[in-house]
């Protein structure tokens, strides 16, 4: 029987590997896409559901912008629920305050969108925001909510019943000897393969992989269930410890003096890598989270202690009286040791491997994957390349 060839055979269903799906069809390649499981099950459907620009450094904000302008162009074409919310960083604490301040003040004109606010305009932006000692606030109106179960599946389903995309799902490629990708004693070719298994990239070019800066990322989250009486949350929301989380507030005088308070008043929340994000889905469910433990592997079990050190930081910047919690998970995503947001590598000719976004992959996956394509484009043009993707 003739072998099935496809002009790009992508390993890995998540949210990278979709993203370079969608960017290889709309330049008209005939694509397919390979996944071990039923449907993504990993890091990809286990977050927020966030594209947070107003975290990236400034050289990573055409790309989420990019990013972001793409999934509000797919949640019309795929029919999935996006909101354009926009987020709260909350200060409680001088040090806090002088963080907003200094990267306000300091912020590149391009790309960012904020805006300082007082106590009282941070009240009239979200009804859940904690009042008590409240000293103001950074606006930032670039972040946008998807739901992150709803939008995986149906983006897959656009892609296979509009571009045409074929799935093999339940296939987990064992091995990749170009052009031919192998899954037992199936056998498929491609013109180019691009690789994106996420935390699972042992299983390709392991002894590769082992000599790379690439770890492992656990985290924590939980869900609450929407109430009657619940408000909508409005902009997601957020406060202190997410200053010392993301990159673009790395370079502000006044971090260090955060830093250090934090770590004598409440050393639990750097030893498991605490910090925490609010935000809200279509159902009106409450998203929690998170923590961060990294290591080459992690156990698979939930520590409540955690969960407790997450949910009483809640407490500190929004007035929930109760939270009724209805889930909590773990989601595992590998992350670069070496501060880079991306892992872009050539491991044998036609193979490209995409892997390390770390947390930002719903913020940065669709620009990435529009960048990549477009280079490969370049290479096929070249006048020594005699292989039409090579």
């Known amino acids: 029987m003739q072998e099935e060839h496809y002009d790009i055979a992508i390993v890995g269903a998540g949210i990278v590997g979709l993203a370079h799906a969608l960017a290889a069809v709309k330049k008209g390649f005939k694509v397919a896409v390979f996944e071990r499981n039923t449907k993504a099950f990993g890091a990809s459907i286990r977050n927020f559901g966030l594209s947070w620009p107003v975290g990236q450094k400034p050289d990573r904000m055409e790309r989420a912008l990019r990013s972001r302008q793409i999934w509000s162009d797919l949640s019309k074409e795929a029919n999935f629920w996006v909101k354009q919310n ?15 301040t200094e990267f306000y003040d300091d912020m590149p004109s391009d790309g960012y969108q904020c805006e300082l606010l ?27 909510t998807v739901n992150p179960r709803e939008a995986i599946l149906k983006i897959s389903t656009f892609l296979s019943k509009t ?28 013109d180019k393969i691009i690789v994106c ?55 502000c005088p006044s971090l260090d003096k955060l830093r250090k308070r934090y770590d004598t008043d409440s050393p639990e ?45 809640l407490k500190t910047f929004t007035n929930l009286k109760k939270i009724s919690i209805s889930e909590r998970w ?39 994957a529009e960048e990549n394509m ?13 292989n039409r993707l090579s």
């Open 330 to 368: 773990i989601g595992i995503y590998p992350s670069l040791k070496n501060d880079d947001t991306e892992l872009v590598i050539n491991p044998e000719e036609g193979v490209t491997i995409v892997n390390g976004l770390g947390g930002a992959g719903m913020t940065l996956s669709f620009g990435l």
């Open 197 to 251: 298994s996420g935390s699972d990239f042992e299983s390709l070019y392991p002894v590769l992989f082992s000599e790379l800066p690439i770890t492992k990322c656990k985290l924590q989250m939980m869900k609450a269930l929407a109430s009657d009486d619940l408000p909508e949350l409005g902009p997601t929301l957020c406060a202190g410890l997410t200053l010392r989380h993301y990159a673009a507030f790395e370079k």
């Open 374 to 386: 477009n280079n490969l484009l370049k290479k096929q043009n070249e006048p020594s390349r005699k």
């Open 269 to 313: 929340y750097k030893k498991w890598g605490i910090h925490v994000l609010l935000a809200q889905n279509n159902a009106g469910e409450l998203i929690i989270g998170d923590s961060h433990e990294y290591a080459t592997s992690h156990d698979p079990f939930i520590k409540e202690d955690i969960n407790e050190y997450i949910l009483t930081y």
């Open 86 to 100: 926009g987020s709260l960083h909350l200060a409680y604490h001088q040090d806090e305050l002088d963080v907003l």
């Open 118 to 144: 007082s106590e009282v305009q941070v009240i009239e932006k979200s009804p859940i925001v904690n009042k008590l000692g409240l000293l103001g606030g950074l606006w930032s109106n670039t972040e946008m």
């Open 163 to 190: 571009h045409q995309v074929t799935f093999h799902y339940e296939t987990l490629i064992t091995e990749i000897n170009y052009p031919n990708l192998l899954a037992g004693s199936n056998k498929w070719q491609a």
